[in-house]
């Protein structure tokens, strides 16, 4: 079946500007994750949506990231006001979370390039 | 709270000898732990997962990791490398009420003719 999608796959902006990544998780999923990694950081968690659960947003590295999930299916990440250090691959993930089945799967990820 | 350390940044073998790349873990309680591995420009594939069950965890390509409590290690092994098997490997635990992977810095293996 198909996997978990994202894009755009690269994203080159200028620093100062927003940008939105878009995630489309495994149908039926109810877990989304966001992760990003970069080369400083290795890989981090940012944001996690499970079901009509407020979102648990701990990761999340400055009031410029934000996150939202609509219809509990498709997600958007949008960085505002980019700066350098945010150049970083976003990964995103979904999971069932039924019974014991907690295994997230990752999509392709989409590079982000801040000039 | 939990955490990873991969105890190798970079691990080169020989094509058709052992692989082996160690973790160790640090929990609380008894912990999930996973191995990812991420071929050059693709994305995180899951190779095995240890879940309380039976602490030798069999995955995919011939891999396997055995749980050790009394080490807090989980190292990933496997007999014979292939140059397929090039790429790197994150271990991982993931956080209580399973919202959070919480990955190792990653060890490279190379593979060598």
């Known amino acids: 079946g198909a996997g978990v999608s994202q894009s755009p796959s690269n994203k080159v902006t200028e620093k100062g500007k927003d940008v939105e990544l878009r995630c489309d998780p495994i149908?039926?999923?109810?877990?989304l994750y966001w992760y990003r990694q970069s080369l400083g950081q290795g890989l981090e968690f940012l944001i996690y949506?499970?079901?009509?659960?407020?979102?648990?947003k701990s990761g999340l590295p400055s009031d410029r990231f934000s996150a939202e999930r609509t219809g509990g299916s498709v997600s958007t990440l949008t960085i505002q006001r980019t700066q350098q250090e945010d150049s970083a691959v976003y990964l995103c993930?979904?999971?069932?979370?039924?019974?014991?089945?907690?295994?997230?799967?990752f999509g392709p990820g989409t590079r982000l390039t801040v000039t | 709270a939990q955490s990873v350390t991969q105890l190798d940044s970079h691990v080169s073998v020989s094509e058709g000898t052992p692989v082996l790349l160690r973790c160790n873990y640090s929990?609380?309680?008894?912990?999930?732990l996973f191995w990812y591995v991420q071929h050059p420009n693709k994305g995180l594939q899951l190779l095995l997962k240890?879940?309380?069950?039976?602490?030798l965890v069999k995955g995919i390509n011939g891999f396997e990791a055995e749980f050790k409590k009394s080490e807090t290690s989980f190292h990933l092994t496997k007999p014979s490398a292939h140059m397929s098997d090039a790429a790197e490997y994150f271990c991982?635990?993931?956080?209580?009420?399973?919202?959070?992977?919480?990955f190792g810095a990653g060890t490279r293996l190379a593979v060598h003719p």
């Open positions: 993930a979904s999971s069932p979370l039924i019974g014991d089945d907690y295994e997230q799967y």
């Open positions: 149908s039926g999923h109810t877990a």
């Open positions: 949506f499970q079901g009509n659960s407020a979102p648990d």
């Open positions: 929990s609380s309680y008894s912990p999930s």
């Open positions: 240890y879940t309380s069950a039976a602490t």
């Open positions: 991982v635990v993931i956080s209580g009420g399973y919202n959070k992977l919480i």
